[in-house]
């Protein structure tokens, strides 16, 4: 237990904390969403009388701030009640939607001694009336994260700053998606379709049908109350993970929270916003590592390649390591919105050996950069990626991100102005060959040639005949 309190100690000792954002006002507040709305059927309540959009306070709370706002210090499961809890062959119980996708869950035998120091850590520290937030997120970011999903059941609301009041009634989301544009729906289908790697390959048909249709629901509702939020690929993979945690019921809320918090920029009628934010990544390869990022530069590689990354926090590339994948969760969920580029920065900046040793044009380095290995020492690298975020915070480097980013608009004109000349190219050689065309022989020309192979032929069989006696 020691080791936990020091190294939250070590965390905490700078002022610049990444989960320290500019102070202020402790109280909850409305969040003010700047309106991107789009054609939907009007909005109606499900089950919920309140104002729907002042369930979810998105204002950046202050690590002073108490964590227990509600004067409610949650109970945290003992470890026997979290390795018994739900169905271990890792699929939704079909008749009751609060049961989980618990297939990550580790037994009480098979948790290792740093788990079980973490959970005794964590529980110590939620008994505390006087909690503030920053601790808590210190909990999710510190090693081992929140350990379990019985845990994050109870600590993820409470670090959305919901209550237990803003929970919903899953009551009439057989059909809410008929309150979103079909076409967004048909997308979603689609998406939801190829989201098998989320649930244990001992699924039946049924229980991956079951799943399905409450992801799909899950969506669909925050689509639909929130109708400035659109869609996007990769939305699917971050709300599935929140469904095997929290179950349909309390999902809805954590769901619409992170979307409102953390995805919003994702959500937003275009991704131009997130193109630029990738280019965090080349500033702070810049300061990391120059001579990689000279390397990138020459195979003119734009940072797209974390694109999935950055939009559905790994949950596409880690589906089938739940452990992992829920960990990542923990930390980005205590963190500021822009911390999974910095934890690309530093993972490419760990693979750069074998970025070199890649035959350096773009495809061939664009592959290496979009296949992450499975074995990433993910605890260093957050720890590496919480203290790039104190060194080198995003307003310190927002400047070299527009540059990075006037840059990468000058490569892609530059590339269309090339192609649009190759184009044009191509079709000045294509009139070419219609104004000009081969040459051909007039019709009777051929004829006579004709005539006069076929007569010479025939003398040619005469006089062979005649000279052999045949006549």
Known sequence: MKRFHEEEKSVDEDSSDPVAPTKMAVSI?????????????????????????????LVKMSNSTRAWYDNVIPRIPDIADVSSSGKQNGVLNSEDD??????????????????RMKISVIRGSVDNPNLTLGELRLLGCSSEGLV???????????????????????????TIHNLIPNEVYQQILKDVARSGSHISQNATQHEMDHFHEQLTQLMCWVLHKHSMLNYYQGYNDIAATVLLVM??????????GISLE??????????????????????????????????????????????????????????????LLHRLFDYFLCSPPLMPLYLSTVIVAHRATEIFNTTPDMGHT????????????????????????RQYPPESISNDVTEYDRKRRCKEQEWKTK??????????????????????IPYRIRNYKTITVVTILALGLYAFLKSSGLN
């Open 98 to 115: 609060n049961s989980l996708l618990e297939g990550d869950f580790d037994s009480t035998e098979t948790l290792m001694d740093r788990e």
């Open 366 to 389: 664009h592959k290496v950069l979009c296949t992450l290995p499975d074995d990433l020492p993910f605890e260093t690298l957050l720890i590496e990626a919480t203290n790039l975020y």
């Open 148 to 174: 379990n999903d019985g845990i994050r059941r109870v600590l993820w609301p409470k670090l959305l700053r919901l209550s237990e009041e803003s929970i919903f009634s899953i009551n009439g989301l057989e």
């Open 419 to 440: 192609a649009e000349a190759s184009r044009q190219e191509r079709e000045r050689q294509r009139q070419l060959k219609i104004v000009k065309p081969a040459s051909r």
């Open 29 to 57: 507040e409305k969040h003010n969403l700047k309106a991107r709305r789009r054609n939907v059927i009007e909005t109606v309540k499900i089950d919920r009388d309140s104002d729907s959009e002042s369930d979810v306070p």
């Open 247 to 256: 179950g349909l019921e309390k999902a809805l809320n954590v769901l619409e």
């Open 262 to 323: 953390f995805l919003e920029r994702f959500m937003e009628r275009t991704m131009e916003k997130v193109n630029q934010e990738l280019f965090y990544i080349f500033a702070l390869l810049e300061r990391v590592h120059p001579t990689l990022l000279e390397h990138l530069e020459n195979v003119e590689l734009f940072p797209h390649f974390a694109l999935a990354e950055y939009t559905t926090w790994y949950a596409h590339k880690y589906a089938e390591n739940r452990k």
